[in-house]
């Protein structure tokens, strides 16, 4: 498996930020730019947590730590690393602006992975002198735990590029999943996103309130999906008979008209008051700091049961705590698309609980 020395960073926010820590916490010295003042102090903060969740995490010693360097310019992060992260807000025209610098002060060899959450990478490589070496790794906050990173090249993206950020990314234990076709928003957030109206729904219809309907989703089928997804959650409630059986007993259903997932609310003052103050009632009486704390800490002990049931993402965890004890050896890791991602880690299961 391949590593690297330096990453460059462009775009210290939220998920920038998760994006320093893990490098910085698998020893990889990172470069930053971002012209906020506040930047230094936000990072601080998110590397804090980041540690504070690693040590609960892990029963490998992490190695030293990476350096960190807040750069004067997207030029300077860009001579300084071969990999560099694009954590820009989602406006198209910045995003290439910054492309356009980094190309202007780098080698051709420098691969650039955007973190957009929904932009197709053929429109970000569109005016790019070098397109190949573009790609999106789109990331779930927070990076530092959560391993998914979703992978989409766009037109005219390498495929030596895909595999090479794979194996850089899968070294710092995280869960490359290559998505084959350009789409947007790729797939996490567009099961989000429908999720996100549908609930937008029941709160504009006074059907429930922010709580209530994160109650719904945190008591019941929420833990259900953090270990089995959603099409392996439905094969199991199809009993023997399985999915065909799930399918024909409630595919019927689908025709109903329950939802509104063709349509939005429109986003008034009315319905926007009524999201945010609900929302305040419901943990307004935690701080940013111990929500984020109090997250980490459950995500920890999830990812803890996970890897001791050999399960889920719970795999990844447990190749990223071996490899760290013994840096030298040689894992295997799932190839670069989803049929053999999913055979990967079924054997790997199937021989360990076997």
């Given at each position: 498996?391949?590593?690297?020395?330096?990453?460059?960073?462009?775009?210290?926010?939220?998920?920038?930020?998760?994006?320093?820590?893990?490098?910085?916490?698998?020893?990889?010295?990172?470069?930053?730019?971002?012209?906020?003042?506040?930047?230094?102090?936000?990072?601080?903060?998110?590397?804090?947590?980041?540690?504070?969740?690693?040590?609960?995490?892990?029963?490998?010693?992490?190695?030293?730590?990476?350096?960190?360097?807040?750069?004067?310019?997207?030029?300077?992060?860009?001579?300084?690393?071969?990999?560099?992260?694009?954590?820009?807000?989602?406006?198209?025209?910045?995003?290439?602006?910054?492309?356009?610098?980094?190309?202007?002060?780098?080698?051709?060899?420098?691969?650039?992975?955007?973190?957009?959450?929904?932009?197709?990478?053929?429109?970000?490589?569109?005016?790019?002198?070098?397109?190949?070496?573009?790609?999106?790794a789109h990331p779930f906050n927070?990076?530092?735990?959560?391993?998914?990173?979703?992978?989409?090249?766009?037109?005219?993206?390498?495929?030596?590029?895909?595999?090479?950020?794979?194996?850089?990314?899968?070294?710092?234990?995280?869960?490359?999943?290559?998505?084959?076709?350009?789409?947007?928003?790729?797939?996490?957030?567009?099961?989000?996103?429908?999720?996100?109206?549908?609930?937008?729904?029941?709160?504009?219809?006074?059907?429930?309130?922010?709580?209530e309907i994160d109650d719904a989703?945190?008591?019941?089928?929420?833990?259900?999906?953090?270990?089995?997804?959603?099409?392996?959650?439905?094969?199991?409630?199809?009993?023997?008979?399985?999915m065909r059986h799930f399918i024909?007993?409630?595919?019927?259903?689908?025709?109903?008209?329950?939802?509104?997932?063709?349509?939005?609310?429109?986003?008034?003052?009315?319905?926007?008051?009524?999201?945010?103050?609900?929302?305040?009632?419901?943990?307004?009486?935690?701080?940013?700091?111990?929500?984020?704390?109090?997250?980490?800490?459950?995500?920890?002990?999830?990812?803890?049961?996970?890897?001791?049931?050999?399960?889920?993402?719970?795999?990844?965890?447990?190749?990223?705590?071996?490899?760290?004890?013994?840096?030298?050896?040689?894992?295997?890791?799932?190839?670069?698309?989803?049929?053999?991602?999913?055979?990967?880690?079924?054997?790997?299961?199937?021989?360990?609980?076997?």
């Open positions: 498996m391949k590593s690297i020395k330096s990453a460059g960073v462009i775009g210290a926010g939220v998920i920038g930020s998760g994006w320093i820590a893990r490098f910085l916490l698998n020893g990889i010295d990172v470069y930053v730019y971002d012209p906020s003042t506040e930047a230094p102090a936000n990072v601080d903060k998110v590397v804090k947590n980041a540690e504070r969740s690693y040590k609960k995490l892990l029963r490998s010693d992490l190695p030293k730590k990476g350096t960190l360097s807040f750069s004067s310019s997207v030029s300077e992060v860009a001579r300084s690393a071969k990999l560099i992260i694009e954590a820009v807000p989602e406006r198209l025209s910045a995003k290439q602006s910054v492309y356009d610098e980094i190309e202007s002060s780098s080698n051709s060899e420098v691969i650039i992975a955007s973190s957009t959450s929904g932009i197709l990478p053929s429109d970000l490589q569109a005016q790019m002198s070098h397109p190949d070496r573009l790609l999106v927070p990076v530092y735990l959560l391993p998914l990173v979703e992978m989409v090249g766009g037109e005219k993206t390498s495929k030596k590029v895909i595999e090479e950020t794979s194996n850089i990314l899968s070294v710092i234990g995280m869960f490359p999943l290559h998505i084959k076709k350009e789409i947007p928003a790729f797939i996490a957030d567009r099961l989000l996103e429908s999720v996100w109206r549908e609930a937008l729904w029941l709160v504009n219809d006074n059907v429930a309130t922010t709580e989703i945190r008591y019941g089928f929420g833990l259900r999906w953090a270990q089995m997804g959603l099409f392996e959650t439905y094969r199991l409630a199809g009993g023997d008979a399985g024909s007993q409630f595919g019927p259903c689908l025709e109903w008209p329950w939802t509104h997932l063709t349509d939005v609310p429109e986003f008034t003052d009315e319905l926007i008051d009524k999201v945010s103050n609900q929302s305040d009632l419901q943990s307004g009486q935690y701080s940013i700091d111990e929500l984020m704390q109090k997250r980490d800490d459950n995500l920890v002990d999830f990812l803890k049961v996970l890897k001791n049931n050999r399960w889920g993402a719970g795999n990844i965890l447990k190749d990223f705590d071996e490899r760290l004890s013994n840096p030298k050896s040689k894992i295997e890791f799932s190839k670069l698309d989803l049929n053999s991602t999913f055979t990967h880690f079924r054997n790997k299961n199937s021989k360990r609980m076997g």
